[in-house]
């Protein structure tokens, strides 16, 4: 305290308590200065850069492939076994080899996402009654135990049955014979894929047991049936037929072993690259629709929910409910099984009420119907009314497929979608790449004065079977698969479709290589992405959380590369999938998403409110404490000497 | 320089006016009370924080009943002991929102926060008592006043004295302040909270170690922050009341004057200012050197006792929550709801704008600095005020309630009544009327700015925070006009006495 002033000496040593006072505010902050550097410390867990650009570098030099093997099987009377009958299929081995990638190099449209690595692997099994003689390659595979999930032999010594089922050669019959084909071959083909086969009659085999059959049965129409194949099929007709499982067969001319020919195996390679391969949508056409490799209408970590939404445009004239649990176990749940090995997905459903269109129908007195027309469907879906979005599916990443079916009220009940070609809509329905699909259904005799039925009204599952099939065709082309199996007449083929589950097992096979290559990519771009995001801000907090995500996601992409060498489908897939899952989780992480958009500058505007006044203050008084001490010390000095 | 102020009138008329005073508040508080106030003042986030509500502890007792833990839910962040005490009382608050109440439990609780508040308030009278004692009986130690009694017995005459006193004024203050009555009808813990803390105060002014300890153990359980007030209580028990600077009776000029007056009047009797002389120097060697092991002896006994007072709160805690909850529940619950800001709703502080901005990044730290801002002036304020430790709770009162997360208008309560103990050394305030309306305003404007942005929609969450910073502006401003005329106050002291002791000789 000033005791005395305006005078150069002083009588006592001056006071300490100022300073002390000062000084115990700048105490308090030192103290708070390392509390300050830990609490703000940018903690930045490693991330492993070099394996995430080997990573990119490998998956943009070599894509990830998944191999498939293609086994042809001739079935053929006893022979005599010959030397050179090893050499003879590994000519048949090569010509298709050789067809196999003419195809291919001629057809650059061809989506390689989704092929096969390097083509096929061919293998031939000649499967007579008294020998199984097989072709060197799988013959070879055989000590790695891969021989397992081939074909066995000992078609031609079955019973009858089989040779009923091929001389009649109706689509129902196709069917059974595809059963048979299953049972036959069941145990050797479960959970695995890439695996096809393709078995050949050759008509000269249809033949004997056609004429076996006349011996037996003496009924001359079914000889008088078969003849047309036999006789007309000389005109190289070859009935091509693709199951529902990883097999299809053929019949017709050239199928032996000993008359094949080049032809034969052109058209063997042809369908081996259209279907097993690349999902029968080119078949028939060059048109290749390239840019539904990314519309897989799935979110990143492979899940997807359908969400089925019964919509009852006016509740005033009908009310339709539906038992949706039921109609979920019978069609729903085969469906979500078959496609579980590359997508997760989740049903829910709902009925609304109030929900009209967004465009207005116009009535058609040559249709008798109400119609909109093609023009007009992009603006269908009501988006202010439609509260299509169910509350668990609207939290998260996850994707939605919107089923809707839509029940138009009665001053327009029978209403039709018009295509772009002028004529109603058969299946009266369309799909939005990644939204979903839309259906109209007509409550049966709305025509009529049929307006008693205004209470609820339960759509029954034998009503809904109709549509349920529509919504399984509009979810195929979603998937990018043509709507149903292709019955391509111009080159004889047909497909068996896939009543039950709605995917046949190689169009699985077909997505989930696709699926897994994106994944692969997916993955290593996010990462790619992520780590030039991280390294371009050294200001952002990675947590471990992050690192231990990215490492996952590393290690899961290697998996997959090791198992899609070693040909593991599923494993494959699922480590894809994982990969991509982890890499988005990481780059998502909601804790460095707050940080994306904070520069070095901000640092500026959180310290200076608080602390450059504060600290100003501090420093002002800590100069002018100390000098005033040193001051009031030296005149205490001063005035020592003074008194000595 | 004022002088203590006279009584006006006889004894009894001082008790009269002192009695009718608290008649007189407790009736106000039954009347607003009976008319169903406690429900409107209830919800207002002036008068309850999400620490002292009573709703909340209501919620807690009632999962207490049911078997649970009292903290499940994250609802009631009061101490367990609160719990028992009132817990009972107020079981039925539940419907305490609806107009029609269960009348008894109701009356109950409000005569328990009532008792409450006239404890606090007798308390500070006697407190008040003795600081005004001990004013006197300093001034007549420096010769700036003449006593009639002698100073040995002046303490035990004062208070029997017709002499309208400080502990009277703050007393009287303490009740009648709308604020405590808001509080105390509010549905609120703070009652309980200022009587626990004016109750160490009391027992280190009474030099009672172990009440001084058990009430700055109970204080600082209950609302954590009259933790820094450990500070003033050891100064109260080891200096005394409070007092000019010791230095003022070393200081070469006085006691040189001491002594040339010794020497020239050396033991004629009749003369006044002999026998203080004789004190000074008698209080000066007894109060800093000679009873430094005693000092350290009793700040020993007050850490002693607040330890014994800690375990026995921590055992009763326990037995208290039972199995339901253990202790860890009972800290992260209230300190550390306290400490790290978790409910953010507005309130009269300024926490929870800031930390509904700031980047998650940075909440920790600032949070660390926040906090700080409290500790960090405690330091330089003991330095400084060490002598005034009445004045120095004042201050740290404030400055907690200014900068605590959870504030309500019940630590104003608190600190405005410590503040009225210093009344004789603050009559100098300045800026006195600019303060009293400064509260005035922010009593009625806060709660229009907040009805604007939160019923009317028409204004935002800055209208009101503009309130509370003029709220905090207005403390800070309370408190560096109050530090500086107590400063300002010692510094006339010195000179009066110097000059005084000069002129004598």
């Known amino acids: ?644 | 320089m004022q002088s203590v102020k006279t009584g006006t009138g006889s004894m009894s008329t001082k008790m009269v006016t002192l009695w009718g005073g608290l008649l007189l508040s407790v009736a106000i508080r039954f009347l607003l009370s009976a008319m169903g106030s406690a429900s409107l003042l209830g919800r207002r986030l002036e008068v309850v924080s999400p620490v002292t509500s009573l709703t909340r502890l209501a919620e807690g007792q009632w999962l207490k009943q049911l078997g649970l833990s009292p903290y499940a839910g994250s609802v009631y962040h009061g101490s367990p002991l609160l719990l028992s005490l009132l817990g009972p009382f107020i079981g039925n608050r539940r419907d305490m929102l609806l107009i029609i109440e269960s009348e008894r439990s109701d009356l109950c609780s409000f005569w328990v926060f009532v008792a409450a508040d006239l404890i606090g308030a007798l308390l500070l009278r006697s407190m008040g008592e003795s600081l005004e004692s001990a004013h006197i009986h300093h001034l007549s130690l420096l010769g700036l006043i003449s006593e009639q009694i002698p100073t040995s017995d002046s303490k035990a005459k004062s208070q029997g004295s017709g002499r309208w006193g400080t502990g009277n004024t703050a007393a009287l203050f303490y009740l009648l302040n709308p604020f405590t009555i808001a509080v105390c009808i509010g549905g609120s813990t703070s009652p309980i909270e200022n009587m626990l803390t004016i109750l160490a105060l009391y027992g280190a002014i009474a030099g009672i170690v172990p009440l001084a300890g058990f009430g700055w153990a109970m204080a600082t359980h209950v609302g954590m922050y009259p933790a820094i007030l450990f500070i003033p209580i050891a100064c109260l028990l080891a200096n005394g009341p409070d007092g000019p600077p010791s230095k003022l009776y070393k200081s070469p000029e006085l006691v040189q004057a001491v002594h040339d007056r010794d020497g020239k009047c050396s033991s004629e009797s009749g003369n006044f200012h002999q026998q203080p002389a004789m004190h000074v120097i008698k209080s000066s060697n007894t109060n800093v050197t000679l009873s430094l092991g005693a000092k350290c002896l009793v700040v020993l006994k007050l850490i002693m006792w607040s330890a014994i007072s800690w375990l026995c709160i921590l055992g009763l805690c326990k037995f208290s929550l039972h199995e339901h909850a253990s202790l860890h529940d009972m800290w992260s619950e209230t300190y550390r709801f306290i400490l790290t800001v978790e409910d953010l709703s507005p309130n009269l502080g300024v926490f929870w704008y800031f930390f509904t901005e700031v980047f998650d990044f940075f909440r920790p730290f600032f949070i660390m600095v926040f906090h700080s801002n409290i500790v960090f002036m405690v330091m330089p304020l003991t330095i400084r005020l060490h002598h005034r430790p009445v004045f120095l709770a004042f201050t740290l009162t404030a400055i907690s309630s200014m900068l605590k997360s959870y504030p309500s208008v019940g630590d104003a309560a608190l600190y405005l009544g410590l503040m009225c103990l210093c009344i004789h050394q603050l009559s100098g305030l300045q800026y006195f009327y600019l303060l009293l309306n400064g509260y005035f305003f922010t009593a009625i404007i806060g709660p229009v700015m907040y009805n604007l942005w939160i019923w009317r929609g028409t204004g935002n969450a800055n209208f009101y925070f503009a309130m509370n910073l003029v709220y905090a502006t207005l403390q800070t401003v309370l408190i560096v006009e109050s530090s500086s005329t107590i400063i300002r106050y010692d510094r006339n002291l010195k000179k009066q006495s110097v000059k005084r002791s000069r002129t004598s000789t």
């Open chain 1, 1 to 644: 305290m000033e005791v005395v002033v305006g005078r150069s000496t002083r009588s006592t040593p001056p006071g300490r308590k100022r300073l002390l006072i000062t000084l115990s505010v700048v105490l308090s902050f030192l103290l708070g200065t390392p509390l300050w550097w830990k609490s703000t410390e940018v903690y930045r867990s490693p991330l492993p850069f070099a394996a995430i650009e080997t990573h990119a570098n490998q998956v943009a030099s070599l894509a990830l492939a998944l191999p498939c093997d293609l086994h042809v099987i001739f079935v053929a009377l006893p022979i005599p076994p010959k030397e050179e009958d090893q050499q003879h299929l590994q000519v048949v081995v090569d010509q298709i080899q050789q067809q196999i990638s003419i195809i291919l190099a001629h057809k650059e449209q061809f989506n390689s996402s989704e092929s096969c690595a390097s083509g096929f692997q061919v293998h031939v099994t000649l499967d007579a009654e008294n020998v199984c003689l097989r072709s060197r390659s799988a013959a070879g595979d055989q000590q790695n135990n891969k021989v397992a999930k081939f074909w066995p032999c000992g078609l031609a010594t079955v019973d009858s049955d089989l040779q009923e089922l091929l001389l009649e050669s109706s689509s129902d019959d196709d069917n059974l014979l595809d059963e048979f084909f299953w049972s036959f071959s069941k145990g050797e083909y479960l959970a695995t894929g890439g695996c096809y086969t393709v078995v050949l009659f050759d008509e000269d085999l249809l033949n004997i047991f056609s004429n076996e059959k006349l011996g037996e049965a003496t009924v001359v129409e079914v000889g008088n049936q078969v003849n047309p194949i036999s006789k007309e099929g000389k005109g190289k007709r070859r009935r091509r037929v693709v199951g529902k499982y990883r097999h299809a067969w053929m019949l017709g001319p050239e199928l032996g072993i000993l008359s094949f020919g080049r032809d034969a195996a052109s058209d063997i390679a042809d369908l081996a690259v259209m279907y097993f391969s690349h999902g029968g949508r080119l078949s028939g056409k060059d048109v290749v629709v390239e840019d539904k490799e990314e519309s897989m209408p799935l979110s990143a970590d492979g899940k997807a929910i359908l969400s089925f939404s019964l919509l009852n445009a006016e509740p005033s004239d009908w009310i339709f409910d539906w038992a949706f649990e039921e109609v979920e176990q019978r069609f729903l749940q085969p469906l979500v099984e078959a496609l579980w090995p590359f997508a997760h997905l989740f049903v829910e459903s709902q009925v609304l009420y109030y929900t009209p269109k967004a465009v207005q129908s116009h009535w058609d007195a040559a249709l008798q119907s109400h119609v909109v027309p093609f023009k007009q469907l992009p603006f269908f879906v009501n988006a202010n009314e439609w509260h299509l979005d169910s509350s668990s599916a609207a939290a998260g990443r996850s994707k939605l497929l919107h089923f809707a079916i839509y029940v138009p009220a009665a001053k327009e009940c029978p209403l039709h979608l018009q295509l772009s070609t002028g004529r109603i809509s058969q299946t009266n329905g369309f799909t939005s790449p990644g939204w979903g699909g839309i259906i109209v259904w007509n409550p049966p005799g709305c025509l009529g004065s049929s307006t008693d039925n205004s209470t609820g009204h339960q759509l029954s599952t034998k009503e809904l079977e109709p549509l349920i099939g529509v919504v399984v065709a509009q979810l195929r082309t979603l998937f990018g698969l043509p709507p149903t199996v292709l019955d391509d007449s111009k080159t004889d083929t047909f497909g068996v479709p896939a009543t039950a589950r709605g995917f046949a097992d190689w169009e699985v096979d077909v997505l989930l290589r696709r699926r897994a290559v994106m994944d692969v990519h997916a993955s290593a771009s996010t990462l790619a992405s992520l780590s030039r995001l991280v390294s371009s801000l050294p200001n952002m907090v990675i947590m471990d959380e992050i690192g231990d995500q990215v490492t996952s996601s590393l290690t899961a992409a290697k998996a997959a590369r090791e198992h899609a060498i070693s040909g593991a489908y599923h494993a494959t897939a699922d480590a894809a999938r994982k990969a991509r899952g982890l890499a988005e989780a990481a780059f998502f992480q909601p804790s460095i998403m707050s940080l994306l958009y904070f520069p070095a500058e901000h640092q500026l505007a959180i310290y200076t409110p608080f602390f450059v006044p504060v600290l100003l203050h501090m420093l002002v008084a800590v100069i002018k404490e100390s000098s005033r001490y040193r001051r009031e010390r030296r005149s205490y000095l001063r005035g020592l000497q003074n008194q000595d």
